[in-house]
């Protein structure tokens, strides 16, 4: 049997060193370094290696490659259409991040079982059972007869069930719970999560499976695990919002299929996620008459304008040195955009 060694994996690039350190040796990233334990004499690695999409090495000339129109289905929410780059792509695999509670389940979950109605579907959990599944679905008031549910962490036995449902979409939540038997390392490692998530990207490519994966954040506000994770998905999108309120933005940071800069929107109900057709309705708080200190201005994200409202307020201060406090706003844009136009716009 295979003896376990303790090895430390940078998060950022996912090299692997025997001893701790502060700074990675390879990337130069700081307290990125985290012990996992990996397998020690084990089989030697087989041969005809594929990458992470499956395919056997080719040598091509641009003109010889087939090129098609990529086929789009709609995922049955406007919004997240909007975001995805105008609906989810055959194959793709979409990384799905956000705090905790601020909704990453409950709108997969409303997106697979209107899918479910059309084609098969399969959602994978790895953090609840069948029957909290089943409950939230009831709770939502979504439709049920159609989307099969299975808790399982093993990707191999994952794999093997969908190979078999042969699911259009597949939801894995989350990956950080997926483990590889082809390692010894505890699930949410950097070696497990990097070698699950390479499994399924091969499938999906291979199989022509949309896959969405839910993925944690760390205190810091970044998707936990390693940095390549990010760089093997086709997708990843951030599920933003206020712990206390009910509106929840959806952005794009990485699309392969569309652009980065558009912009979804929802508003948490008691029956799960709806869309907000009009963000400018919801974001505008002005009062009839006209009030001191309040402009609205028109912004544009991705391909959909919106007005915002900019507040402000001056008070005599009591304290020997008056600050500037921001709020929906960094405090280094504020002083930068301040800085020019006291110098050319004449401001003070």
Known sequence: MAKAKRMYGCTECGATFPKWAGQCGECGAWNTLTETMVESG????????????GQQAQIKTLAEVSVEEIPR????????????GGGLVDGSVVLIGGDPGIGKSTILLQTLCNLAKSMPALYVTGEESQQQVAMRARRLGLPQDKLRVMTETCIETIIATARLEKPKVMVIDSIQTIFTEQLQSAPGGVSQVRESAALLVRYAKQSGTAIFLVGHVTKEGALAGPRVLEHMVDTVLYFEGESDGRLRLLRAVKNRFGAVNELGVFGMTDKGLKEVSNPSAIFLTRAQEEVPGSVVMATWEGTRPMLVEVQALVDDSHLANPRRVTLGLDQNRLAMLLAVLHRHGGGS
Not at 73 to 84: G, I, K, M, N, P
Request: hydrophobic share 40%.
């Open 73 to 84: 289905f709609s995922t049955a929410s406007s919004e997240l259409d909007r975001v995805l």
């Open 42 to 53: 084990g089989a030697a690695a087989p041969s005809g290696r594929t990458g992470w999409t």
